[in-house]
């Protein structure tokens, strides 16, 4: 059986970046191109989810300011987690709290720290939510063996991620209730590539 569901898109964002020396939200993307271009891995993220969701939220901490006029242009809205140093994990129950508040019943969730996976990607993530059989809760995509973002969380599975404590662990979480879980191979490696140093950074440059 089908279901019919509405999402909400959520970006987290709230990370210090420490690794990097500057926030991984505002690196150029892609790193080669024009330097004139202001198209960075937040703004390519926001693009990358609004395709396939009604709204996207962007879940900022202590860079709210430097991160809001790019949400803003891109048509995206930002929620500020007033504790981000808590972890990742309290990040995404903000973002899941504004995605429920305005009425929706799924999210497409992604982290900002990546290039972003193609729109047909995306969607293709959402249209196999969307054909599941009831009991799938969430749908993550998989490359090589290797799970990554976006994935997408129905409403069961955001309530068990909402009733966790805040120092908790979504892939924790995703393990207990992995019976409630599709795993979709797709067809795009940036899925499952995280960017923590300078050196991932430039080693995009012989990926592109």
Do not use: C
């Not at 210090?16 to 937040?42: C, H, I, Q, V, Y």
């Not at 242009?73 to 981000?84: E, F, L, M, Q, W």
């Not at 976006?150 to 068990?160: F, H, S, T, W």
């Amino acid at each position: 059986m089908s279901r019919s569901a509405s999402f909400g898109g959520i970006i987290l964002a709230a990370g210090e970046s420490s690794r990097m020396g500057r926030d991984k939200a505002l690196l150029p993307w892609p790193p080669t191109a024009n330097p004139s271009s202001t198209e960075t891995f937040l703004s390519a993220a926001i693009r990358s989810l609004a395709p396939s969701t009604d709204f996207v939220v962007v879940v900022a901490g202590t860079n709210e300011a430097a991160l809001t006029p790019t949400a803003y242009i891109n048509g995206a809205s930002i929620v500020t987690n007033p504790d981000p140093g808590q972890g990742q994990f309290s990040s995404l129950q903000m973002g899941l709290r504004e995605v429920l508040n305005r009425g929706r019943d799924a999210a497409i969730i992604t982290l900002v720290d990546r290039p972003p996976a193609r729109a047909i990607t995306v969607q293709t993530l959402r249209d196999a939510f969307e054909s599941a059989a009831l009991d799938v809760w969430a749908v993550v995509p998989e490359v090589a063996g290797k799970h990554g973002h976006p994935y997408v969380a129905g409403r069961e599975m955001m309530e068990k991620f909402l009733q966790a404590p805040p120092t908790g662990s979504a892939r924790e979480l995703e393990h207990r209730y992995q019976e409630h879980i599709q795993y979709l191979p797709v067809d795009d490696p940036f899925v499952a590539l995280n960017i923590n140093t300078p050196e991932d950074y430039a080693a995009l440059n012989n990926s592109q």
